[in-house]
């Protein structure tokens, strides 16, 4: 019997990942393939005891619960930023589900976008735009402004609206996760995590 992991998603950019990420898993995991439910959250993943109740609710049938949250974007009650970077919202996480050795927190640095700037011809084609996405490693690319703004931004110089679940998928249709997971350390620690959970 195949394991079987919640993926705690925050809403339909990382939703539009599940069939990339089931692509990814099985080529490499030949009959060892895991049994992955996406439990989509609308926005934004909950954060202290809501998301410890929904870990916990989670595994009452999955063997593990693996979340992912960006860390642009996510606030805390006064409005303010929560998470300073990745590795920050993994820890916020942990502390608040609690000694819980079957949950896995993940955050994309500093939004799901970044994992596709790799990508960028396949970008440039979609936008129709000869505008290029920033260089260098996806994950520096910071708030000022973020990844999916920068998107945006590409795709408005055709005269075309970004729309997160549609030209996501579509940019990853057909590409090896392998490409982005060679630039984004936090995306890599996230393929490791299904991969090593399957073992």
Known sequence: MSVKIAFIVEGETEKMFLPHLRRHLEQRLAGRMPTIRGFPQNGGLPKEEALKRLVD???????????????YGVLDRQGLPLFQNAADAKEKMRQWVGREPRFHPHAAQHDFEAWL???SSAIQKLAGSKGSPPGGNPESVNHNPPPAH??????????KKYSKPLWGGRILKDQDLSVAAGQCMELKLLLCTFSTLSL
């Not at 920068?150 to 005269?159: H, K, P, Q």
């Open 57 to 71: 609710h989670a595994l009452r049938d999955y063997d593990h619960a693996v979340a992912l949250s960006d860390v």
């Open 117 to 119: 700037l790799p990508y």
């Open 150 to 159: 920068r998107m945006e931004d590409l795709f408005a110089l055709n005269g």
